[in-house]
């Protein structure tokens, strides 16, 4: 189920690229994705270490088992967020670099980008408290 999830992601970013972007554009995307990943990468544990470190204190509670995976979306989302309107904010006339460029380009890099944001929702659903078989067979919790 989560390779079919996978799948459906990559052809929908390629397919979205395709009809909706240009080559430049889609390119400067995915730089954008893997910009965004690097900070939540290296932050996501810290913030999520100060929303547990604060579990006695409110009404958090429900909220530590999901903090490390939140974080990590939020702080995704938001560094996309950011970098995406700065792009096109940059980007307000479009670059043709011919028809062949552009169709085959729009594809690649629409499913590279739907290759990373997929692996970033598996990334989240591992760090997620879901049991054991999903999204694959972990280790025996007595190792």
């Known amino acids: 189920m989560v390779s079919l999830l996978h799948l459906l992601i990559i052809a929908g970013f390629a397919a979205y690229q395709y009809l909706k972007g240009n080559f430049v554009h889609s390119f400067l995307t995915l730089i954008v994705i893997i910009l965004s990943i690097m900070p ?6 810290y913030v999520s270490n100060f929303i547990i470190a604060r579990d ?4 958090i509670t429900k909220l530590v088992p999901f903090a490390q995976p939140l974080c990590f979306f939020i702080i995704f989302g938001l560094s996309f967020a950011i970098l995406e309107g700065a792009l096109s904010a940059l980007l307000k006339e479009k670059i043709d670099l011919g028809i062949i460029a552009e169709r085959v380009g729009r594809v690649v890099c629409g499913a590279l980008s739907g290759l990373l944001l997929s692996g970033i929702i598996l990334v989240i659903l591992v ?5 054991e078989k999903y999204p694959y067979e972990r280790f025996l919790p007595t190792n």
């Not at 939540?40 to 544990?45: K, L």
């Not at 006695?56 to 009404?59: A, F, T």
Request: charged share 15%; hydrophobic share 45%.
């Open 40 to 45: 939540a990468f290296a932050f996501f544990e």
């Open 56 to 59: 006695g204190r409110g009404g």
């Open 127 to 131: 760090m997620s408290p879901l049991p």
